[in-house]
């Protein structure tokens, strides 16, 4: 069985994504800051759109990069470049489509109030959601996409249990030794790239414009940002490859500057893990063999050098080490650390946000599991919910069993930061977040 790359329908994944309603909901949920009336902070929307473009300039350089060094024959060249950037792309778009409301700690929430049964994971949810066509709405998306979406390398670790048995025919079918996809890393990677550079920008637009920074690490952080700025690479030869990115950096010294730096030097970093690739690939690759070759790639690089967090090792392309790296994987983790487990989640607005959450999510939980599964159906809690919703709760009352708790899972997850909100205000209870700003 060989790995088919070339599956002619990665533009209609695309299409398929933007125009479906998990994607637009995306608009309104929350990247890190809540409903914030300051409106050059992130969505999950856009961060999806950010990722995307990354990942197709991650691609894209990986595949020029081994036409370049002859490692993969010019014959089918175009056809595989332009359909592992669309993969790529769309994978991209498609990745935080299981996010619950609220963030980060939406997802924490959730998890804590289901049952052992079906706990909550937003990687697992998006496998769901390709998978299942919950809420109503059927995406059939190509298998390497699904296979791509993943960021596990064991298929129990990915996905939730009843869709083991579907992963696994996906995994086959493709001639997959791991369960994830390729393109699944350079996904992960051009996430974390996204992320960290619009998020700390984030950052400084709405805590520094404001003067409301109250953490100690802000200064950490300034130095680890300084650093990437001395890491900086400068030579000609990648200069087209960061300037087709983009460039907006000044030179004025502006905090909001270090992200454009951090971007930059984070692809360049994950530029450099291909260079290792290709001196370790001594033999001509086929477009069968290129895959499975860069995935036993990442996994020996990642156990070689592995990272001080109690001895855990992160497979993610932007954290490695390499020989001559300047230690910027090392750099980029840090970075990722402070930011978020010292820094940015720990402001007070961020604090004050998820007690709001755990309020919302929880409550919004006991009420339908009280309301839904205790009643079997109470026309007046299910005619409060969109159409699609309506029938997807009433199907779920009707196979019974554990099928309506999972079904108050997609619900609840799906739900955008305002609806949740507004759903919750109707039920009688107080709305308490204030917006950020």
């Given amino acids: 069985m060989t790995i088919t790359l070339a599956v002619p329908f990665f533009h209609r994944d695309l299409g398929m994504i933007v125009h479906s309603n998990y994607f637009k909901r995306l608009a309104q949920k929350t990247q890190v800051h809540s409903l914030p009336d300051n409106d ?27 036409v370049r060094e002859k490692l993969l024959s010019n014959d089918g060249y175009f056809s595989f470049k ?26 924490v929430i959730l998890d ?85 550079a619009a998020d700390v920008m984030d950052y400084f637009t709405y805590f520094v414009s404001s003067k409301k920074i109250t953490s ?20 000609d030869q990648k200069a087209k490859t960061l300037g087709d990115l983009y460039s907006k950096a000044s030179t004025s010294g502006d905090f909001k500057d270090f992200s454009d730096h951090l971007l930059k030097a984070a692809l360049y970093h ?23 070759l860069l995935s036993s790639f990442i996994k020996r690089y990642a156990y070689k050098y592995k990272k001080n967090d109690a001895d855990k090792t992160d497979f993610n392309l932007a954290y490695l080490g390499y020989p001559g790296d300047g230690k910027r994987g090392e750099t980029f983790f840090k970075i990722k650390q402070v930011a978020y487990n010292s820094l940015i989640l720990n402001e007070g607005y961020i604090a004050t946000q998820n007690v709001h959450a755990k309020l919302v999510i929880s409550g919004l939980w006991d009420f339908f599991v009280k309301e839904i599964c205790g009643l079997k159906s109470d026309e007046n809690v299910i005619h409060m919910l969109p159409a699609p ?4 709760i009433l199907r779920a009352i009707d196979i019974g069993g554990d099928e309506p708790t999972r079904a108050i899972c997609d619900l609840i997850s799906g739900m955008t930061d305002r609806y949740a909100n507004s759903l919750w205000g109707a039920l009688g209870n107080p709305v308490t977040l204030k917006r950020a700003g």
């Fill in 389 to 392: 919703d309506q029938a997807y």
């Fill in 270 to 292: 994950v530029i450099q893990a291909f260079d290792v690739f290709v001196s370790e690939t001594r033999k001509e690759l086929s477009l069968d063999s290129l895959p499975i």
């Fill in 216 to 235: 100690v690490h802000h200064g950490e952080l300034i130095d680890l940002l300084h650093n990437i700025n001395i890491i900086q690479p400068c030579s």
């Fill in 40 to 66: 050059h902070i992130r969505t999950r929307l856009t961060h999806s759109i950010e990722a995307s473009q990354i990942g197709r300039q991650i691609t894209r350089s990986f595949c020029e990069k081994v």
């Fill in 112 to 196: 804590h109030v289901c049952p052992p049964v079906h706990k909550f994971d937003d990687n697992k949810q998006v496998v769901r959601i390709l998978l299942n066509g919950i809420l109503g709405e059927n995406l059939r998306p190509s298998a390497p996409l699904v296979l791509s979406t993943l960021k596990k390398f064991e298929v129990p670790d990915a996905v939730y249990d009843l869709d083991i048995e579907q992963i696994v025919k996906l995994q086959t079918a493709l001639g997959l030794e791991e369960a994830r996809h390729p393109a699944s890393h350079f996904m992960e990677a051009a996430d974390d790239i996204s992320y960290l």
């Fill in 82 to 107: 332009e359909e592992l950037e669309e993969l790529t792309a769309a994978t991209c778009l498609v990745h935080d489509i299981g996010h619950a409301p609220f963030g980060h700690i939406g997802k």
